[in-house]
């Protein structure tokens, strides 16, 4: 393994509250990572915050972003500035006896970094080709491949995971002891992303049937 | 209604790439405020973006988020600074012939604006209770009610829904006319958020059913 074990505390990344949910565990943050669908990307663009959604794929110690090169936030990352990426998996409502004491059960990772543009074509079809790969996997060797024009035609970048943070908080409510005996209900509702029935479009033919690692994908979906 | 029916257009809330998937409808940006559980906040703090993930609720022409005044985020907004809050609910993977037109179908809004403290108990009571009414309606009356101790140990933070856009991606892939014919599954995977069955904490008395409001609610989130 040549990946670093942890990522590196500094002052922005130093977990503050509740940090008995924090990990920079480098297992904990890629599982994360590797789960999700969509991104959330912070940058500053003339003094605005802005926060975007966006897909993406994590390879070893990066994680890949791409789009059309005059979308604003793909601009924007790609002279390099300071940005934040956060990934958010939603696990359970938490149902406590006091209004106050509701709660999410959730994973997330948060990392701090500048964005580097990625120009190598090279680089650029792996970072697209892991993007398909990181929704379906499989995919990426099904579907037509990136044309040289395509890959020219997109700006990729790369985040490093390097600096940040992952939050993990499972369990039931945390109440007053006094609220115990209240008559409320309490406890926790999972949360899980499920797939449904896969729509093909007007143009795939009869007898084409959905590929087995789209089933599987689905499969792992259902599962949670 | 005394709700304006469209989002101020500014330089930074313009839609730029893909207007036709955006809008500033305000029915359209608060059908997505109300559906969506979780929200990420972007602000910045000594030059570095933040983009944090928080519960919160939509009342009328804002939006509140509440948590322990010694949380970084909150106490950053509260001293009233631009911010970015965003919501994405997720609902179909696309899946192309070519690697380079996957997508996914998304509902999100992007707001732009200056958090204000909300410092006045009434509206702090009203503040939190919406957040427990907006992921569980009914609970905020079933739920042991704030007390004023609590209320003054909480930070609350008003966002306003005045500026900024929604986006919409609905629908199949969009392929290259030479793609159409590769034998290659292309189409829409239907995502959804689905509750499991609920799990009561080891105090709830065995005589002790789930409320019909919680029910109500899972039944929602399971129909999608």
Redesign the interface.
Known sequence: MSEPEALAVSD?SRL??KRQRGSYDRRVVDAILDEG??C??????????????T?YARVGDVVYLHG?P???MLSTLAAGC?????V?L?DA?V??????H?S?N?R?V?L?GSTTPVLDPEEKRVA??A??EH??PG??L?????TPQ?LRA?AVVSFPIVEGSAKVRTG??V?EPA??S????????????????????????AG????DY?RS??DR?AA?
């Open positions: 922005r503050r509250r669908l969509v959330h990307v912070g940058f500053v663009d003339h003094g605005t915050p802005f926060v975007l959604p897909a059309a005059g979308n604003h300071p940005a934040c990426l956060t958010t939603l409502l149902l406590s006896r006091a209004a106050m509701h999410m959730y997330s948060v701090f697209v080709t993007v398909v929704v379906v995919r990426g099904d579907a037509r491949a990136p395509e997109t039931g409510p109440e609220d115990l209240l008559p409320v209900w309490a406890g926790e509702v999972p949360l899980r992303l499920v797939a449904g029935t896969p729509v093909p479009d007007a143009d795939v033919p084409l049937a959905e590929p789209l994908r689905l979906l949670g």
